[in-house]
């Protein structure tokens, strides 16, 4: 029988553990292993955990490392067949591990999967991070089945087949352990967003793929470290976005679509400050400069694709930016219809 270690990751988050933790116990079978990774917490989530929980191991990491660092130091600690990479600010339902591990255990040439995840504080809606499976647009701007930038579709079933997907959201990972370390695991300099879109870039490079299983449903309340708004979780969106592209996107492809980004990236900073929005402006000009400093320096930690490609899976032809603020098509369904040839075959 194959095993599973579920690792959530903790900073500061005893009441989130308090709250979901009893949830994803009950939900363990007997060849389930349920891991707190903490990220040098400063308030009593680890002894909490400790007294309450003693059937859950706990590893300490030294530092804070963000949820890049902070997951492979834990995990080159962890042995299993599968690991579950689980936000500590999500709600998990009964037999949400089964469809998961069947879909992977019927196809070996699946690295990787994520559940159906709804917003927890609106539980009919889909939740920003992931919803129903990642997708892709063009230029490199990552969307979901369900999510389009800032608009949730209600979920009413629409998106309740298996299918493939680009990338599978860390909120609720569903991966091969030998697939985690073969590809190098997360990228330590994203620290945190975005940093699973590059492993399952990286991925499908090495030759697997991806699916969403929507028999599987989670609510994730999203947020809870840093908040919509927050300065650093801007610049960290912009940054990362852009260093995903620059690690793997094919060079034929990146020599027009990286300038081109760069310039929507410079007209959104100035029209958030023509509202009056300055913390955004100035995070934009930071994730700039910190984009510029990562390309000249000498050293580039992280795990690299073995070879450049754009996602098989997932991936839609034209641009969502254009599709979504221009023509106001704020669904995913609506943005497939203007793309028969491609996103069909997830359907």
Not at 76 to 105: F, I, Q, R
Not at 125 to 130: H, K, L, P, R, V
Request: aromatic content about 12%; proline content about 5%; some cysteine.
């Amino acid at each position: 029988m194959s095993t599973i270690a579920i690792v959530i990751l903790n900073w500061n988050g005893r009441s989130y553990l308090e709250q979901f933790l009893p949830g994803v116990l009950a939900s363990a079978g007997a060849a389930v292993e349920v891991i707190l990774a903490d990220n040098a917490s400063t308030d009593d989530s680890v002894s909490f955990v400790e007294k309450t929980f003693p059937t859950v191991k706990v590893i300490r990491n030294s530092t804070n490392g963000g949820y890049a660092l902070g997951y492979n130091e834990a995990l080159a600690k962890v042995s299993a067949d599968y690991y579950v990479l689980l936000n500590s600010d999500v709600e998990v339902t009964p037999g949400w591990l089964e469809p998961l591990k069947a879909l992977m255990d019927g196809d070996p040439g699946i690295g990787a999967c994520q559940p159906k995840i709804l917003a927890y504080h609106d539980r009919q809606s889909f939740e920003y991070a992931g919803a129903a499976g990642g997708w892709m647009d063009v230029l490199g701007y990552p969307f979901a089945r369900g999510r389009i930038f800032e608009t949730c579709e209600i979920d009413h079933g629409q998106y309740d087949s298996v299918a493939p997907i680009s990338w599978a959201s860390g909120a609720a990972l569903f991966i091969r352990a030998r697939v985690f370390h073969e590809t190098g695991g997360l990228d330590p300099y994203f620290f945190a967003h975005q940093e699973e879109i590059d492993l399952c870039w990286r991925l499908q490079a090495a030759g697997y793929r991806l699916f969403a299983c929507p028999a599987s449903v989670v609510y994730h309340v999203g947020g809870g470290t840093l908040p919509k708004g927050n300065r650093r979780k801007v610049m960290l969106n912009y940054r990362n976005n852009l260093l995903l592209l620059l690690k793997n996107m094919p060079y034929g492809r990146l020599c027009w679509v990286f300038p081109l980004r760069y310039l929507l990236d410079i007209v959104a900073a100035y029209r958030e400050l023509a509202h009056g929005n300055v913390v955004y402006w100035k995070a934009i000009l930071q994730a700039h400069a910190q984009v510029w400093c990562w390309l000249f320096s000498r050293s580039k930690p992280g795990a690299w694709p073995p070879k450049r490609i754009m996602p098989p899976d997932g991936m839609y032809a034209g641009s969502v930016v254009w599709e979504y603020f221009v023509r106001g098509v704020k669904t995913f369904d609506e943005i497939m219809e203007k793309d028969l040839s491609s996103p069909s075959k997830s359907q």
